[in-house]
């Protein structure tokens, strides 16, 4: 934790760039913001699941697009079809 302490006549706005100064030599913002958005690692089946889930739509797409059949309305509908 950061504590700052008012000196003797010594200006809020002083007080305050001290602090910030404080803040951004500490590094505790750098470490939050990298830990903010991090995103936790996929299992091997997770990562599996995706593979054979992303290769089942396209090959649908395919067999769409051979049929002439391939729109957005139609794309949706087999996405749809596969999560089930």
């Known amino acids: ?3 700052v302490r008012k000196k003797e006549r010594e200006s809020s ?3 305050i760039r001290r602090f910030s100064r404080r803040v951004q030599q500490s590094g505790v913002l750098m470490r939050a913001r990298k830990s903010r958005f991090k995103l936790e ?3 091997k089946m997770e ?3 995706g593979a054979m889930y992303k290769e089942k739509v396209k090959k649908m797409v395919d067999k769409l ?3 002439g059949k ?3 309305e139609s794309f949706k509908n087999t ?3 596969l999560i089930k």
Do not use: G
């Open 70 to 72: 391939f729109d957005d």
């Open 79 to 81: 996405k749809k079809k």
């Open 65 to 67: 697009k051979k049929m």
């Open 1 to 3: 934790m950061i504590e």
């Open 13 to 15: 706005e002083n007080l």
């Open 47 to 49: 990562k599996r699941k």
């Open 41 to 43: 690692e996929k299992s």
